[in-house]
């Protein structure tokens, strides 16, 4: 049945490519899988998943962008600002706008509508997940953002209140894209719309179809329009990696994403070079809502046992085995929160940096008291047993289980290796008498979910949007609509907590002492880590902060992310980042 699914697809498939090619004629096309299904959200400000970015990014643009430089390396240039200077203090950014600037549908671009649309994105009334990125930036009498405009002189003058190493990558990340406020709502409907879905960007929207395709053409009003060789871009939309890989396969797409691990050696063998597995700045992690008692029937935990016991949970994953035989496409075993070659803006690759801890350091080495069983899974075995769980059998002999472990429910989607990673885990915890409750979602169902907080643990993902330790902490800020885990946020729509949990993320059980709140155990390590100004306390600073995040148990880091990807021969000039986002606008195809 799959097959024939798969099958049908594509040929509708083939069918969209040809009555789109034509109405294209003068441009190549280039059709395409990132998986993940439908976006949540098209608007650039709500969106928050990687594989909605990079739709977006065919359509709209940032102050600062990507190019090629003269080596052939993909490196931050401006893009719809012409110029920029940074004063000496690092707190005023001078921003001058290209001559002659315009939006998709031919209106003039000014300053004052850029600023309008931060100012948008920054709102309250949006309440936009990254809303609380603006905070780098200062706030006039009036509560708006310190922000000067001549539209005259193309001028977009910011002030910041303290220096922001990253300020220019905020303005080459999406949600810092500007939109026509007049157009948009705050629900998101504009960008599900071709006629209003206006935007800077190479490309412009004809078509948007839930669980089908997205569908751009070359956008004429493009400041570098002279150097956009394609003709169009069509995304198409499903967590179904049989079909997207049949889709490749038949030709029918030039390049995907979300590719099951199995069918690497084949794809190696069939199609050499093609397969590619890109270094990504990302981490894979399960996650925990601290609202869910983990407490054993016959003994209450506190909140602070309980972070004990999700710690525990993490533990028991065998890391190695995950990247070795079930992921299979050189990701790296998991350590730590902030994956391999991040930068504090002291060293290169914090992993490897003195002063950061290591939470997993047995994951591969087999105990001593039982060579059965890593050194991790032993001490996470022995950490259940003392928090007083009810077990019969013994850790020695290696027949240990559970009695009283409350069953979690575990949600994730299905695109590229979740569910064979999820039936690793759920396996791993049957094996001891924890018994884990699989629940599939569609990526867009699962994100409605885990952002209304109703949720118990889930799977996923985070690729850095720039390359800095901020991006990461920044996650877990009480502010953030990505902390699913609810540290520091109400419990939403969770109605099965108890007692003792029912103020968990809020009350103050956080911190080394465990008697602060989030706002004041991590909220604060974090807001000093982008206020310090000297790069040895910065670096302290953060390994502070990844500390008090991995104490909660609350996020259970897997493996550090590669993206497996494939893209045909004939397909030239794609600009492809650590950061995971992948830019067409200057692709070419024989």
């Known amino acids: 049945m799959k097959k024939l699914l798969a099958l049908v697809l594509a040929l509708t498939m083939v069918m969209g490519l040809f009555s789109f090619a034509s109405a294209e004629a003068e441009g190549k096309v280039i059709s395409l899988f990132l998986g993940g299904g439908t976006p949540l959200s098209m608007d650039p400000a709500l969106n928050s998943a990687s594989a909605g970015s990079n739709i977006i990014r065919s359509a709209f643009a940032g102050l600062t962008g990507f190019q090629y430089n003269a080596q052939g390396d993909p490196e931050m240039a401006p893009e719809v600002a012409e110029s920029y200077t940074i004063s000496e ?21 000014t300053a004052s509508q850029i600023k309008a649309s931060w100012e948008r994105a920054a709102s309250a009334e949006l309440g936009a997940y990254y809303g609380f990125l603006y905070d780098v930036i200062s706030r006039k009498e009036d509560g708006s953002l310190d922000i000067d405009v001549d539209d005259a002189a193309r001028t977009f003058v910011v002030h910041l209140p303290q220096p922001c190493a990253y300020f220019l990558d905020l303005c080459a990340f999406v949600p810092f894209y500007p939109v026509r406020v007049d157009l948009a709502d705050n629900e998101g409907i504009w960008a599900t719309k071709p006629e209003s879905y206006v935007g800077l960007g ?3 929207m004809t078509e948007y179809s839930v669980d089908d395709k997205i569908v751009f053409e070359k956008n004429p009003y493009y400041w570098n329009a002279d150097a956009v060789k394609l003709g169009g871009l069509i995304f198409y939309l499903s967590e179904d990696n049989t079909a997207i890989l049949t889709a490749y396969e038949n030709n029918t797409v030039e390049y995907i994403q979300s590719i099951s691990s199995s069918e690497f050696e084949r794809l190696n063998a069939t199609y050499p070079g093609e397969l590619e597995f890109y270094p990504t700045q990302g ?12 407490s054993p029937v016959a003994k209450q935990l506190t909140v602070q046992e309980q972070s004990k016991a999700r710690f525990a949970l993490g533990q028991l994953i065998n890391r190695y085995e995950v990247v070795t035989y079930v992921t299979k496409g050189g990701e790296v075993a998991a350590t730590g929160f902030f994956p391999v070659g991040l930068s504090d803006g002291l060293h290169a690759d914090v992993r490897g940096a003195e002063g950061y801890g290591v939470w997993y350091t047995g994951t591969n080495e087999l105990s001593d008291v039982n060579p059965d069983l890593t050194k991790d899974q032993v001490e996470a075995l022995q950490t259940l047993v003392d928090l007083g769980y009810p077990y019969t059998g013994t850790i020695e002999g290696g027949d240990i289980t559970f009695t009283d472990f409350p069953s979690i429910e575990f949600a994730f989607n299905t695109s590229g290796n979740n569910a064979a990673i999820i039936q690793y885990v759920q ?8 018994t884990g409750v699989v629940n599939q979602e569609a ?16 799977r996923m993902g985070w690729v850095a949007d720039f390359n800095d330790v901020v991006n990461f902490l920044e996650i877990f800020i009480s502010a953030s609509g990505n902390n699913y885990p609810r540290l520091g946020r109400d419990i939403g729509d969770y109605k099965r907590n108890s007692e003792v949990t029912k103020d968990a993320g809020v009350g103050a059980y956080w911190g080394e002492n465990g008697d602060k709140t989030w706002a004041e155990a991590y909220d604060a390590v974090v807001d000093a880590v982008k206020a310090a100004t000297d790069p040895t306390e910065r670096a302290k600073l953060a390994a502070e902060a990844e500390k008090i995040l991995m104490a909660t148990g609350g996020v259970s880091p897997i493996y550090y992310y590669t993206t497996a990807q494939m893209l045909k021969p004939s397909v030239h000039n794609v600009i492809r980042l650590t950061t995971g986002d992948v830019i067409w606008t200057y692709a070419d195809k024989d």
Request: with cysteine; charged share 25%; aromatic share 18%.
């Open 283 to 294: 981490t894979y992690y399960v996650l925990f809502n601290v609202y869910k008692d983990l």
């Open 427 to 434: 396996e791993t915890w049957n094996r001891f008498g924890i």
């Open 202 to 204: 190479a490309f412009k």
């Open 89 to 109: 203090d690092g707190l005023t950014y001078s921003f001058v706008l290209r001559e002659g600037l315009k939006w998709s549908d031919g209106a003039d671009c």
């Open 443 to 458: 990526w867009a169902t699962l994100q409605t979910k885990l952002k209304a907080g109703d949720a118990e643990a889930a």
